[in-house]
């Protein structure tokens, strides 16, 4: 699994055979100049969706339920995640939360729409928990992170993303459920991983930070600012455009313009 949140980066994902793609709320910042996920509202979360979904031909996607669309009734998630659905053109919804988030969870799934859950650390609910920090460092801290997964999974999901927990945790808690778990920092015994596109091509600049869990596979940033600079320098030196580039004339016919405009 993997997130993309416009029309090229799900291209890629759909074609290098990702078997999910998630349009995640992470878009606030990297698609988007926010400071957190908190920032972005339901409308720009389904216009990304309906972007990405114009891309995925087999990769089953997943839309975000951004924080305010979800969290107040569980008639309110499920106006939300219809909208996700039926505008973002996406097949699934995520939504973060454990054991308070299963009526909610239950009242979408029984409509008929696939939920995702998430579990562990919650980046919309960063301001409660301290920060983004990582969960169940204590053994009281990995039974709520179970217990949680447990509640998500009776609600009704399909599968649940767990991030930021101790490999351990979480392989004890894949084997202890009866649905996949979709790991992001949580180790290689999670039934399968999710990165952000962004950052594990390496699409940002030198010094940005970046979570421990984050591997990065490429230098797009680098590779992007040699083709820029390349660029930049051909049109000033006016190598850029050659004529390869251009689009002919016949010479008779630039003959009789360049008459045409001698009087003018």
């Known amino acids: 699994m993997i997130t993309a949140h416009d029309f090229p980066s799900a291209h890629v994902a759909d074609a290098a055979g990702m078997d999910m793609v998630l349009v995640g709320d992470s878009l ?8 957190d996920t908190s920032e972005v509202l339901l409308e720009e979360m389904i216009l990304h969706c309906r972007s990405v ?3 995925t031909k087999a990769a089953f996607t997943v839309g975000d339920l951004p924080m305010g669309s979800y969290e107040i009734t569980p008639e309110q998630a499920l106006e939300s995640a219809i ?21 909610t ?3 979408i799934t029984t409509a008929g729409i696939p939920v995702l859950g998430h579990v562990g650390l919650t980046p919309q609910r960063q301001n409660a928990l301290g920060g ?3 969960q169940g460092k204590t053994a009281h801290g990995a039974l709520q992170v179970l217990e949680d997964a447990l509640a998500v999974q009776d609600a009704g999901c399909y599968a649940v993303v767990v991030e930021a927990v101790p490999a351990e945790v979480a392989e004890i808690v894949t084997k202890k459920l009866s649905i996949p778990t979709i790991g992001i ?3 290689n015994g999670c039934s399968g991983q999710v ?3 962004v950052d594990m091509l390496g699409h940002f600049p030198p010094g940005r930070f970046l979570p421990k869990f984050v591997k990065k596979y490429g230098d797009v940033w680098g590779e992007c600012m040699k083709a820029i600079e390349t660029y930049r320098d ?10 390869e580039h251009t689009y002919p004339i016949q010479p008779d016919e630039l003959e009789v313009f360049a008459n045409a405009v001698k009087g003018l």
């Open 83 to 103: 909208r996700v659905v039926k505008e973002g053109r996406v097949q699934s919804v995520k939504l973060e939360g454990g054991k308070e988030m299963a009526p």
């Open 132 to 134: 983004f920090k990582v």
């Open 195 to 197: 990165l952000v596109q």
């Open 105 to 107: 969870i239950a009242k």
């Open 234 to 243: 051909d049109v000033k030196s006016r190598s850029y455009p050659a004529t």
């Open 185 to 187: 920092g949580a180790g």
């Open 28 to 35: 606030a910042m990297v698609a988007l100049g926010m400071e």
């Open 53 to 55: 979904a114009r891309a």
